[in-house]
């Protein structure tokens, strides 16, 4: 008999962060497999490489412009989108 582990972050689809945080690092949301969407606040400086790493599902990313993205922060991302901080 098989039994599969349920993490809590299999339950996330979307993640809305607060102006207050200003940096993610490197595997933050990985292996959030049914996560849909990201939204940043106003403050994101900072998104490190493989800090959604394996969110298979992951279609959209929303950035303000001014915010340092590493390489391989988004892998398997469909669409990521930069806009002005004004706009978020």
Not at 12 to 24: A, F, K, Y
Request: proline share 5%; charged share 30%.
């Amino acid at each position: 008999m098989t039994h599969e582990i349920e993490r809590p972050m299999d339950y996330v689809r979307e993640v809305v962060l607060p102006d207050s945080v200003s940096h993610i690092e490197g595997r933050a949301f990985a292996w959030c497999e049914n996560l849909e969407s990201v939204r940043f606040g106003k403050n994101i400086r900072v998104i490190e490489k493989g800090a959604f790493d394996l969110c298979g599902k992951l279609k959209q990313g929303i950035v303000p412009e001014h915010a340092q993205i590493s390489e391989g922060a988004f892998d398997g991302a469909t669409e990521i989108i930069r806009v002005p901080k004004e706009e978020l």
